[in-house]
């Protein structure tokens, strides 16, 4: 749902080089959007020479414009009337930004900074450990499209590969890649996920008491067994959903514990059969448009019965009989 105000993300992806960045934007706003610019362009490891956008008022706008005048940006917009418009940001935003943040809804001061320490470890893991494919060449045939591509590289690597590059900035980000560990990023950016999960379902699931992030140690003796579990990503797993209690009062509140017995003395009948039972004492009382809810009533109690005629006892978790449950066909 997009009513109301949440955070968001911008993106920023070099073309050449793949290289990313991420920062959360607490509201759509130019002003702010052009203050988060000014900060993102200070971690970029090259001047920023171009902007090119989505056509989006809070890019198109005088804001915008006047900051990339002032700055010598040149501002460009992407390509109009095409649904994908921004093709390498809309990647970027499937490989990094869903994958690694979901698809929950964030809203608050709380959850941006959440948010932008969960950037900050991602970045480093993006464009340092995490190679990916660049497109070389496509040919048509027909219907048939040929594609070919670079050998996988990560941002890093076509950073440095490229002649355009710099002494100074090959130095430093030689330097910086010496600090950083894969595992100790992976790590920060599970926790940073956690943290998003707890604040987006808390309204959903009650209050709860934050986990406690696991130290490294632990982290790492977790990764030889992790692939047993599964996907791991906190922000992977769906929302909790409110449990859908019953909406309507109960119709057989008043005779369930007679139902009850009719059943219990005489298993083998048919919920049509104790229904018409009921109706015949109760004249008037039960429609037939209630057989459904006797179906679901007696189904449940047959499989209590079945479990213990198995396994010697009731089943550890009974629902209770005025929940909706699948009707007997």
Same mark, same amino acid.
């Given at each position: 749902?997009?009513?109301?105000?949440?955070?968001?993300?911008?993106?920023?992806?070099?073309?050449?080089?793949?290289?990313?960045?991420?920062?959360?934007?607490?509201?759509?706003?130019?002003?702010?959007?052009?203050?988060?610019?000014?900060?993102?362009?200070?971690?970029?490891?090259?001047?920023?020479?171009?902007?090119?956008?989505?056509?989006?008022?809070?890019?198109?706008?005088?804001?915008?414009?006047?900051?990339?005048?002032?700055?010598?940006?040149?501002?460009?917009?992407?390509?109009?009337?095409?649904?994908?418009?921004?093709?390498?940001?809309?990647?970027?935003?499937?490989?990094?930004?869903?994958?690694?943040?979901?698809?929950?809804?964030?809203?608050?001061?709380? &959850?941006?900074?959440?948010?932008?320490?969960?950037?900050?470890?991602?970045?480093?893991?993006?464009?340092?450990?995490?190679?990916? @494919?660049?497109?070389?060449?496509?040919?048509?045939?027909?219907?048939?499209?040929?594609?070919?591509?670079?050998?996988?590289?990560?941002?890093?690597?076509?950073?440095?590969?490229?002649?355009?590059?710099?002494?100074?900035?090959?130095?430093?980000?030689?330097?910086?890649?010496?600090?950083?560990?894969?595992?100790?990023?992976?790590?920060?950016?599970? &926790?940073?996920?956690?943290?998003?999960?707890?604040?987006?379902?808390?309204?959903?699931?009650?209050?709860?008491?934050?986990?406690?992030?696991?130290?490294?140690?632990?982290?790492?003796?977790?990764?030889?067994?992790?692939?047993?579990?599964?996907?791991?990503?906190?922000?992977?797993?769906?929302?909790?959903?409110?449990?859908?209690?019953?909406?309507?009062?109960?119709?057989?509140?008043?005779?369930?514990?007679?139902?009850?017995?009719?059943?219990? &003395?005489?298993?083998?009948?048919?919920?049509?059969?104790? @229904?018409?039972?009921?109706?015949?004492?109760?004249?008037?009382?039960?429609?037939?448009?209630?057989?459904?809810?006797?179906?679901?009533?007696?189904?449940?109690?047959?499989?209590? &019965?079945?479990?213990?005629?198995? @396994?010697?006892?009731?089943?550890?978790?009974?629902?209770?009989?005025?929940?909706?449950?699948?009707?007997?066909?």
């Amino acid at each position: 749902m997009t009513k109301g105000s949440f955070v968001q993300t911008l993106v920023l992806t070099d073309i050449a080089t793949g290289w990313t960045e991420c920062a959360p934007l607490l509201v759509r706003e130019q002003r702010l959007l052009t203050e988060v610019l000014s900060e993102m362009r200070k971690l970029l490891p090259f001047a920023l020479l171009g902007l090119d956008t989505d056509n989006d008022s809070v890019f198109m706008n005088e804001t915008v414009r006047d900051y990339c005048l002032a700055a010598g940006v040149e501002f460009t917009r992407c390509r109009p009337y095409r649904k994908n418009d921004q093709a390498w940001v809309e990647q970027k935003n499937g490989s990094v930004v869903r994958r690694t943040v979901g698809y929950r809804r964030f809203e608050g001061l709380e &959850a941006a900074t959440v948010l932008a320490r969960l950037y900050a470890a991602l970045r480093l893991f993006v464009n340092f450990f995490q190679p990916s @494919f660049k497109l070389a060449a496509k040919a048509r045939d027909g219907a048939k499209v040929t594609k070919h591509y670079h050998p996988p590289a990560t941002p890093y690597q076509r950073l440095l590969a490229d002649e355009r590059t710099s002494e100074e900035v090959r130095l430093r980000l030689e330097a910086l890649r010496g600090t950083l560990d894969p595992v100790r990023l992976l790590q920060q950016i599970r &926790a940073a996920q956690q943290e998003l999960v707890n604040l987006a379902d808390a309204p959903v699931i009650g209050d709860v008491t934050p986990l406690t992030a696991p130290t490294l140690e632990q982290f790492l003796s977790g990764l030889r067994t992790a692939w047993q579990d599964g996907e791991v990503r906190p922000t992977s797993a769906p929302k909790p959903q409110a449990k859908r209690l019953r909406r309507r009062p109960d119709p057989f509140v008043t005779v369930t514990t007679r139902l009850r017995e009719w059943f219990e &003395a005489e298993p083998w009948r048919t919920s049509r059969e104790l @229904f018409e039972r009921l109706q015949t004492e109760y004249p008037g009382v039960y429609p037939d448009g209630q057989l459904r809810t006797c179906q679901r009533r007696l189904k449940e109690w047959r499989r209590e &019965a079945a479990l213990r005629l198995v @396994f010697g006892a009731a089943p550890a978790a009974n629902v209770n009989s005025s929940n909706a449950c699948p009707a007997v066909p």
